[in-house]
Every structure is written in C-alpha cells, then in structure tokens.
C-alpha cells in the first residue's frame, strides 16, 4: 500500500516561496497566475492491507515528525 | 558548573560552545545523540548550531527523534536548564519545549553576518546580566530563523515576560532581517528554564573577533 502525504503552510502563515514562485512567473508572462503555494509530498511504502490502518498510522507519523501543525497543514492519500 | 554539549550528525557549533563555557570556567561534556540518559549533577545543557540530519525535512525535526532529546524533554520537564542556540532552538521549537516555530527566512536567503540584539527583558537566568533595552552585537547565521507564532500564542509570550531578544539596528531600532513576529530573536518557556535564540552567542566571546556580547549572556548562566 502506498500513502501519499502533502505538506503544506497554513493558510495565514507567509509562505514566501510560493511568493517568490508567483513573482517569478509574473514576472516571465504569465500574468493570469494569482496565487502559488510551495509544499512538499512524501511518499511511504507500506506493508499494510487495510486502508483505514494505513491512514491512522500515517496521520501519527504527519502529527509525530512529517509536518509541524505549529505552521504546516497535511493531506493523506492512500493508493492500494 | 557541569554544561552538556548535545552532538547530533551535522551539528557544527559543539567545540565552539564548548571552548565558550571552558572559557567560563564550566566543566564541559559532549552528549552524544545516542545517549539516552542525561546525568543528573548537569547544570545546564546546551543544544547547539549545526545542520543536524542536513536539515532534512526540516530543521531539527529529525533530530527531535534521538534518544538524547527524550532524555532532555526529561530533564526540561524536571528543571533543567536548557539552551538552544540556532538549529538548538530549531529543534527545541520542534519538541515543543519552546512555543512556535522556525521558518525560512523571508528573504529566502541564508543569512551569515553581525546583528544588532535588543534585551527585552532579563527577568531570568540567561540575560540576569544584560540591562534592559540594552543592544547586543551578536552574529547571525541562519537558513530557518523566521520565528512564528499565532497570535494567541504571542500574547501569551508577551504576558509571561517569555519574549527575550528582538533584532534592532545599533541604536535599539527594530530591524528585521527574516521575517520574524515582531522581529523576536530568542524566547524562554513559560517556566524559564528552556531558552531559544538563533543569534550565536558562542561566537561573540573575544572583541578580537568582532563583539565580546556574547559573553555576558552565557554567564548569566554560570553559579546561577
């Protein structure tokens, strides 16, 4: 089983390489861009056959080391 | 006075902190991050500058998983004195011994160079000899040093006397040079025995080399 987590900053918290990206392709033409967002995606090999486990197990992980809920929002995918 | 050095990989700032508080006069010892016990006649330990774990992740969001920082959530959470210079206070903001987080800096830069500090309160150990408002010259060098904290959260600081340093020009003026809430540079915990700073307080110990600053910060913590 495979789990894909997005780590991203919260909203309200500056995220200032989405800024510099958005600049950036502003900047090169691309006017009709208004906002872009810079996250992260980590994804985990699991041994294991039941989804809604995986998922727990993974939402430990995100809350114990993946992102710090101080800043940082996560999502879960699980993909058998 | 017995000061604990803790050493993850990459850490790159131990031998400095130690030869700072040798210069004190402090019996110094190097925690290895392995270690799983602190000894209980340690006066204070210090989590030091580095890349620990390369920054991988996060800062010192992987180091917060080693046996030594169970340890020292132990002996936070007992009395013990703790400082985290840098990627310490990185990974002490990690464990959640101190309140809020370390960003990237806002410029995006790596920033390496002198600052100006103003002393915002020294109501405790670490800055006991520091005066008030008084402005420091202590370097910087830091990837990740926005500190954030949700309002609520910065209230709270501000209520308990927890905010600590805040970066200025020479003349006491702020002067931000990453993004941080209210320009803070370092804070304590609500029972000030766990402090934080990201400027490096270690490398302002001789004027030969640009600011003896540092100094009087570090001896605060001496026979205290």
Redesign the interface.
């Known amino acids: 089983m495979k789990a894909i987590v997005n780590v991203f900053l919260k909203n309200g918290v500056l995220d200032s390489q989405g800024k510099a990206v958005l600049h950036a392709l502003s900047g090169h033409g691309f006017g009709t861009v208004s906002d872009v967002r810079v996250g992260k995606q980590i994804i985990i090999e699991m041994n294991e056959s039941d989804e809604t486990a995986a998922k727990e197990k993974v939402a430990h992980m995100c809350e114990e080391l993946l992102a710090n809920t101080v800043i940082e929002d996560y999502e879960i995918e699980i993909q058998a | 006075m017995k000061v604990g050095i803790v050493q993850f990989p990459g850490t790159n700032c131990e031998y400095d902190t130690q030869h700072a508080f040798a210069e004190l006069g402090c019996e110094t010892q190097i925690l290895w991050h392995k270690e799983d016990t602190i000894a209980s006649d340690t006066d204070l330990v210090v989590v030091p500058g580095g890349f620990s774990y390369g920054d991988y992740?996060?800062s010192g969001?992987?180091a917060?998983?080693s046996p030594i920082m169970k340890a020292l959530k132990i002996y936070a959470d007992n009395g013990g004195k703790v400082l985290g210079i840098c990627n310490g206070f990185q990974v002490l903001?990690?464990i959640g011994l101190l309140p809020?987080?370390l960003?990237?800096?806002?410029?995006?830069h790596f920033i390496s160079r002198h600052h100006h500090l103003k002393v915002v309160n020294n109501e405790n150990e670490f800055l006991r000899f520091c005066k008030t408002d008084q402005v420091l010259n202590i370097p910087i060098a830091h990837h990740d040093g926005?500190f954030?904290?949700d309002d609520a959260g910065l209230k709270e600081l501000y209520a308990n006397n927890q905010v600590l340093l805040k970066y200025t020009d020479s003349t006491g003026s702020i002067d931000n040079p990453n993004?941080s809430v209210d320009s803070i540079a370092g804070i304590c915990n609500r029972a000030k025995n766990v402090f934080g700073l990201m400027p490096h307080p270690e490398r302002a110990m001789e004027s030969l080399l640009g600011s003896n600053d540092g100094r009087a910060m570090l001896e605060g913590f001496i026979n205290a």
Do not use: D, T
């Not at chain 2, 960003?103 to 995006?108: D, P, Q, W």
């Open positions: 992740l996060r969001a992987i917060k998983m903001a990690e809020g987080a960003k990237r800096n806002e410029g995006l926005n954030y904290i993004g």
